[in-house]
């Protein structure tokens, strides 16, 4: 079993920067894709960005040439660089992992609060 801490959220006004951080701890061998995804208050909870283990990257496409993913495999951590934030980015993140073994459920972290001010 694998536990997902994310850390790095806060309050930041329109145009500014935050920067998303997620560790992994436990049973790591084997995680797959690392990915964060948003919900915002009265909303589904949306894919924003994933990285694999070989640091491939997919983005959703309003966060494009906005926010950038990384992954360090050798410390088990997952970042998002989120620059030129929006109202609209307002949102809980969470951390995301699956595994090269498909039939294990994916890890989900508790969640980290982005609100942005315009």
């Known amino acids: 079993q694998v536990q997902l801490v994310e850390s790095g959220g806060g309050l930041v006004q329109a145009g500014g920067s935050l920067r998303l951080s997620c560790a992994a701890s436990?049973?790591?061998?084997?995680?797959?894709?690392m990915a964060w995804y948003r919900q915002a208050p009265g909303k589904q909870r949306e894919l924003v960005a994933t990285?694999?283990?070989?640091?491939?990257?997919n983005y959703a496409d309003s966060v494009k040439g906005r926010f950038t993913i990384s992954r360090d495999n050798a410390k088990n951590t997952v970042h998002l660089q989120m620059n030129s934030l929006k109202p609209e980015d307002t949102a809980v993140y969470y951390c995301?992992?699956?595994?090269?073994?498909?039939?294990?459920?994916?890890?989900w972290g508790q969640g980290t609060q982005v609100t942005v001010s315009s």
């Open positions: 995301y992992a699956d595994y090269i073994l498909r039939w294990l459920s994916p890890s």
């Open positions: 436990g049973s790591t061998f084997g995680i797959n894709t």
């Open positions: 990285i694999t283990s070989g640091t491939t990257t």
